[in-house]
């Protein structure tokens, strides 16, 4: 590379974004965006340092957070990311990783709990589907596949006897 603006173009052009998207991950402003791949403004190392280290994070986007959720599949996103399901009370019934939440989403509510829970009028101990005590989901987009695995890790520690994660103790 010749100029510190080569770099920036060649990170801009391999990133496969749109100027919108590449300007969001980078956090850099669109015109500076031209600006610096065209060449009519020079790029400082500190700037091409601080664009690549904001592209290069790995973020963690809320899409929906405690959102009421009726089993409506066709309204969620097909990203990937952790899927949170709750109770009617807000308590975490389950979470899981998914590389598309739509899919993930509509299995893990047809799926019934590996624990019996205290459900209905008579408070009797059943296993049932996570649909049936569903009531509130949270959606975060995370496009990294390990940083979805670390993040489901770390939830499973957080939350190691409220959920029913059948991944519960399993950490690589």
């Known amino acids: 590379m010749k100029t510190l603006n080569d770099a920036f173009r060649k990170l801009k052009t391999d990133s496969g974004l749109t100027t919108a998207q590449f300007a969001k991950r980078a956090k850099v402003q669109q015109p500076n965006i031209s600006a610096y791949t065209s060449g009519a403004s020079s790029i400082g190392p500190k700037a091409l ?8 994070s790995w973020p963690v986007m809320p899409l929906m957070e405690i959102a009421p959720f009726t089993g409506a599949f066709a309204t969620l996103p097909t990203v990937g990311g952790i899927y949170v399901l709750y109770d009617s009370a807000g308590n975490v019934v389950y979470f899981g990783k998914a590389t598309n939440f739509r899919a993930e989403v509509a299995q893990t509510w047809k799926r019934t709990s590996s624990f019996p829970t205290r459900f209905g009028p008579d408070l009797k101990k059943e296993k049932h589907m ?3 005590v569903t009531s509130f989901l949270s959606l975060y987009q995370i496009d990294t596949p390990r940083v979805r695995k670390n993040f489901e890790a770390f939830l499973l520690r957080i939350f190691p006897n409220q959920t029913h994660n059948h991944n519960l103790g399993k950490f690589s």
């Not at 340092?49 to 290069?56: K, V």
Request: glycine share 10%; proline share 0%; aromatic share 28%.
């Open 49 to 56: 340092l601080r664009a690549c280290e904001n592209y290069f």
């Open 130 to 132: 996570f649909g049936a």
